[in-house]
Each structure stands twice: as structure tokens, then as C-alpha cells.
């Protein structure tokens, strides 16, 4: 039984108060993306070195989601948590990681929480729905341990039950490493904030006009070649596929998918330049860092482009275990319109043999695309509309609310502005159910924010264009639009600020944010 002592509000009051409310709220924690139920019961569980975590041990998923947990718990507060082990004698509470198929929520990635003084119970039917759930449990945790009557440090989680799910099953985040190159590491830690937020989904834009990121061993000059250059004439790089499996795996370890994205038929210079017989323009190929679009093209009435593409798609997909494959197919503006459409067609062929769905920017429903292959809105809802029609799933990321690349304001730093400054209350307040006049819910996969790295080419600057944006549309994608209040979400995003600072993550302090006075 923890019996909670002070509760944590300072005696000596700092200038402005930190903590208005008792840790023991469990309605008033600020929970990112926003739960669907919250019920407190106003008392605590004493996280300590008394604790173990248990999680089903017939589901080897679940046991890795425990390990993460205790892992996450190890590096943050030095409390070495024991998993699935015989409880020592001391063991004074349990969190228990339990594997059950009744949750009144159909996705496979909702759970249930239920925090008491000696137990929490965290119920999921999938390994997935016990991680997302594991995430809601490390933003419960507070920065600091509390001041009880235990003798070793104690970290109060408030205590209730939660009931939740996501309202979209594709949560996504796209980087373009292609523009600029960003390193494993990079990527990492992108991944990492990003699954603590619940995403599902990294979208890797792999090659572009600048840049070819990726080995492929039948076709080697791609990199050799393709990879040595980059927006602004820097070394660019690439991803040997040892390292894309690393990202995978990495990606796979927090329950996201991995979708690897070659752009073509356009954005292929660096293809073309790597392998000039590719080229479908008749103009001398030369490299190009610079940054602007459509003005490259594959040759696609040539049997070489599709048994290139051929060789491609198997090594990629032999890669990435993830049910999708994207090919781009944006702004090919010199590529004639019957030749595009017959590109597009032979390619979603050529990705289906391989065993996967097709994605592609929404100029694709211009082809006859198959109801199982899915268009991604950027700039055009009627292709959206007619995707739909098709019986295609549709990917929201309008680039005027959703595009991470746009400028904050004509003051950011980095980012873009030609569709549209997006400040971080405009990229919170809209419904990506309702932008597309007459696009049915049921024909929406869900959401993704891409991150175009013209102008970015580190982790700093990365991260001052996607957060906090990107927090914003973790609840976009997940909690639905009736409970979802600026005024409440900004009070929750200032709530961030430790956790950003523990991470060392460069975002954007907008004024539209008290980031002090949390
Ligand atoms: C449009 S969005 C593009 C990209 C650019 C981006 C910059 C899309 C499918 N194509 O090639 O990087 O704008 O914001």
C-alpha cells in the first residue's frame, strides 16, 4: 500500500507555480494523444524498486513490450525493474502486461489501463495495442520522484482506469532523406519521439531528383553514384541495406511499419544520372542539388525502366515486412500523361508481384489504379475523391495544415512557405475527416505529416520543423475530433517541455504556448 505523503506541491513556492493540481489526478495528466475515456479514482501507484512487471509470457511481443517498458524506466530514473522474473521477496507491486481478446474497442491497437495503489493492469489484444498503452504509462510517470513516506524514491502514477483506441489506424510521419541525407542515428531518435507519441507509421521518402539513399545490390551504381550529392552540393549518402534493416527493426521494436517510398516516374534525376539508359527526357543527365521539381522523367516505354524497377521493388520489399510499397508518382510534369498512366499501371503490377499494396501521391488516381492501392492527398482532392471512388483508401496530408516543411511564420528559420505558413495552433485545429468536401470516413486510412528537407539537413534543424507540429497531428490521427480542444491541447503541449528538454529535442517554442507556466 503507498501512502502518499506531501504531495509533491513545493513548499517554497518558485515564481510561478508549476504544479496547480495533486499528482493524483488521472483527468488531469497531460496525456498526448488525448485517450477516448479517463476515470480517476484520485489515489496512486507508487512506481519503486518494489516493482516488477509480469508481462503474458506465451506472447513473445508482449514480453518485449514489458522489456521496453523497463528499459525506458531504467534509463530515465536508474530503477532497475525486474520483467517476467521470479518476484524477489521485497516485490511490493506489479505491472501487469496481460494479452486478452475482450476489449470493447475492434482495432488492434487499443488497450485498457487500470492503475491501483498495488497493481497496474494494462490490457491489450495485440502486442501493438500493449505498446501504445505502455506509452500512455511513461507520460503518467513524473519527472520527479515524490515526496512520500517510503524509505526509496517513489514516482506516483495517478490512479483510474482508461479506456482507449485509435480513432485512424494509419498514423504516419514521412522524412525526406533524399534532399538531404540524415544518418541512422538521426533517423533513431526521430523514430523514438515520434512512437512515444503513438504513430504507427514512418514513411521514408528514399530517393529524389538530388539523391539515390538506398544499396541496391543489383544496381550499384545508385549509390556509388546516385548517393554522393545532395540539396546545396553537400556529401549526401546512403543506406547500405544492413542499416535499413537496423531502421526496420528499430521502427518494428515500437510497433511501426517502415514504408519505403522510390519516387518515380519524376523526381528520378539521381536514378538518371547513376544510369542515363533510365532517362526518358533525351537531355544530357548532369547531378542536381538544386531544388527545384518536374523536370525529370523515366523513359516508360522502355523494357530496361521496368526490369530496373523490377530488381528494385524485390530488394526493397525482401527488406521492409511491412504490407506497403510507395512510388511516389508526383509532379512528373514531363512525363505525357498517357505515359504516365501506363507507368503507373505496369508499376502497381510489378509491386503487387512482390507482394505488396501500392501507394502513391494522389496524381496517381489519374491511372486505373486497384482498389487495394491507396493515394495519398497532398494537393489535389478531386484525385482524393476519385481514388475513392476507385474503392481507394485515402492518406490525408494536405501540405496547407499537414505538411511539416511549411514555415511557422515568415520569422522560422527553415521550412518553406509555398503552401502556406502553418503556426502550431492552425496545424492542430482542423479535421482531417471533413477537409475533403465528400470524401466518405470510411475511405480515409488515416494521417501523415511529411517532412521535406530542402531546407534541413540535421537532427536540430529536423526537429524545429516537426515539433511541435508533429505532436499535434499524433492527436489528430488518433483521438477523434469531438474530443479535441486547442485551449485543452495547448495546457497538455506545454506539458511536453520535460520531456523535449530530457531528449534534447530542438523544437519550436511558439508564444502560442505557455511553456513556463505549465
Ligand atoms: C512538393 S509534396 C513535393 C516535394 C517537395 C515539397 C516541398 C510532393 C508530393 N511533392 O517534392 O519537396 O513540395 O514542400
Not at 498514423?171 to 533524399?178: E, I, K, N, S, T
Not at 521502427?251 to 547513376?274: K, L, W, Y
Request: charged fraction near 20%; charge should be negative; glycine fraction near 6%.
Amino acid at each position: 500500500m503507498v501512502v502518499i505523503g506531501v504531495l509533491g506541491i513545493t513548499a517554497c513556492t518558485p515564481p510561478k507555480q508549476k504544479i496547480t493540481y495533486p499528482p493524483t489526478d488521472l483527468s488531469r495528466a497531460a496525456l498526448i494523444p488525448k485517450p477516448l475515456k479517463v476515470v480517476p479514482t484520485h489515489s496512486a501507484f507508487g512506481l519503486d524498486s518494489k516493482t516488477m512487471i509480469y508481462a503474458t509470457p506465451t506472447d513473445k511481443g508482449f514480453e518485449q513490450v514489458g522489456q521496453f517498458l523497463a528499459e525506458k524506466i531504467r534509463s530515465r530514473l536508474a530503477l532497475d525493474i525486474p520483467v517476467n522474473t521470479t518476484p524477489a521477496a521485497d516485490i511490493e507491486r506489479i505491472i501487469y502486461i496481460h494479452q486478452t481478446d475482450s476489449l470493447p474497442d475492434d482495432s488492434p491497437e487499443a488497450y485498457q489501463l487500470y492503475i491501483k495503489n498495488d497493481s497496474i493492469l494494462l490490457n491489450a489484444k495485440t502486442a501493438a495495442g500493449a505498446f501504445r498503452g505502455i506509452q500512455t504509462l511513461r507520460q503518467l510517470i513524473p519527472e520527479q520522484s515524490n515526496d512520500t513516506l517510503a524509505p526509496q524514491p517513489m514516482w506516483l502514477i495517478p490512479s483510474g482506469k482508461i479506456n482507449d483506441a485509435p480513432n485512424f489506424e494509419y498514423r504516419g510521419a514521412m522524412l525526406d532523406v533524399a534532399r538531404h541525407f540524415f544518418t541512422v542515428e538521426e533517423v533513431k531518435k526521430y523514430i523514438d519521439i515520434l512512437a512515444y507519441y503513438k504513430y504507427n507509421t514512418f514513411h521514408m521518402h528514399l530517393t529524389d531528383d538530388q539523391g539515390w539513399r538506398l544499396e541496391i545490390k543489383s544496381w550499384p551504381k545508385l549509390t556509388e553514384v546516385g548517393a554522393q550529392t545532395e540539396v546545396g552540393g553537400g556529401p549526401g549518402g546512403f543506406y547500405t541495406q544492413e542499416e535499413f534493416k537496423e531502421l526496420v527493426a528499430y521502427a518494428a521494436e515500437r510497433h511501426m511499419q517502415i514504408i519505403p517510398e522510390v519516387d518515380m516516374p519524376g523526381h528520378t534525376n539521381a536514378a538518371c544520372f547513376s544510369y542515363p539508359i533510365l532517362n526518358g527526357t533525351g537531355k544530357q543527365v548532369k547531378n542536381y542539388t538544386g531544388t527545384r521539381v518536374g523536370f525529370s522523367t523515366f523513359a516508360t516505354r522502355k523494357d530496361t525502366v521496368y526490369a530496373f524497377l523490377d530488381d528494385v521493388i524485390r530488394e526493397i520489399t525482401a527488406l521492409s515486412p511491412g504490407p506497403f510499397f510507395h512510388i511516389g508518382g508526383d509532379e512528373s510534369h514531363v512525363t505525357k500523361k498517357q505515359n504516365y498512366i501506363y507507368f503507373v499501371e505496369k508499376v502497381e503490377e510489378i509491386v503487387q508481384r512482390h507482394g505488396k499494396r501500392m501507394i502513391g501521391w494522389n496524381e496517381i488516381a489519374q491511372a486505373n489504379i486497384d482498389s487495394s492501392t491507396v493515394a495519398q492527398l497532398w494537393n489535389e482532392p478531386h484525385n482524393a475523391l476519385k481514388a475513392a471512388a476507385k474503392g481507394s483508401k485515402v492518406i490525408l496530408s494536405p501540405a496547407k495544415k499537414a505538411y511539416l516543411d511549411m514555415q511557422y511564420d515568415s520569422l522560422s528559420k527553415h521550412g518553406l512557405h509555398w503552401a502556406a505558413y502553418i503556426p502550431v495552433d492552425d496545424a492542430y485545429n482542423w479535421d482531417p475527416e471533413t477537409y475533403v468536401e465528400g470524401l466518405p470516413r470510411k475511405s480515409i486510412l488515416g494521417l501523415e505529416a511529411p517532412l521535406w528537407s530542402e531546407t534541413i539537413s540535421n537532427s536540430a534543424e529536423l526537429e524545429y520543423l516537426a515539433f511541435p507540429r508533429a505532436i499535434g497531428y499524433a492527436e489528430l490521427g488518433w483521438t477523434p475530433s469531438e474530443q479535441r480542444d486547442w485551449e485543452d491541447y495547448k495546457g497538455r503541449l506545454a506539458q511536453q517541455l520535460a520531456y523535449l528538454e530530457r531528449l534534447n529535442v530542438n523544437f519550436y517554442r511558439t508564444k502560442l504556448v505557455d511553456w513556463e507556466g505549465q
